[in-house]
Nanobody, 113 residues
Framework: QVQFAESGGGLVQPGGSLRLSCAASDSLFRFYTMAWYRQAPGKQRDLVATITHSGIADYPDSVKGRFTISRDNAKKTVSLQMNSLKPEDTAAYYC???????WGQGTQVTVSS
């Protein structure tokens, strides 16, 4: 059974940083591209970052230069370092195996003064 457990969210002031973590229960973890998505209330779920099995990362322009995704295949974990946070980054953040359809419960990030 494939499961993802996100953690590390919280309340942070604009310009601050947070590091999200995701623990995967997925025997095929090391073979697949992993991703972080986010969803703000009333909006669609948007892709935030991807990382291939070999560690190649990609980001949309909205977070490029501020967010960094990383993975540890031995520990089956994926992390998202978020710097220079903005109020528009406020959302629930989810990690997933790309295109798998499996989702965790998410972790809430709120950026506010």
């Amino acid at each position: 059974q494939v499961q993802f457990a996100e953690s590390g969210g919280g309340l942070v002031q604009p310009g601050g940083s947070l590091r999200l973590s995701c623990a995967a229960s997925d025997s095929l973890f090391r073979f697949y591209t992993m991703a972080w998505y986010r969803q703000a209330p009333g909006k669609q779920r948007d892709l935030v970052a991807t990382i291939t099995h070999s560690g190649i990362a990609d980001y949309p322009d909205s977070v490029k230069g501020r967010f960094t995704i990383s993975r540890d295949n031995a520990k089956k974990t994926v992390s998202l370092q978020m710097n220079s946070l903005k109020p528009e980054d406020t959302a629930a953040y989810y990690c997933t195996r790309l295109d798998s359809g499996f989702w965790g419960q998410g972790t809430q990030v709120t950026v506010s003064s």
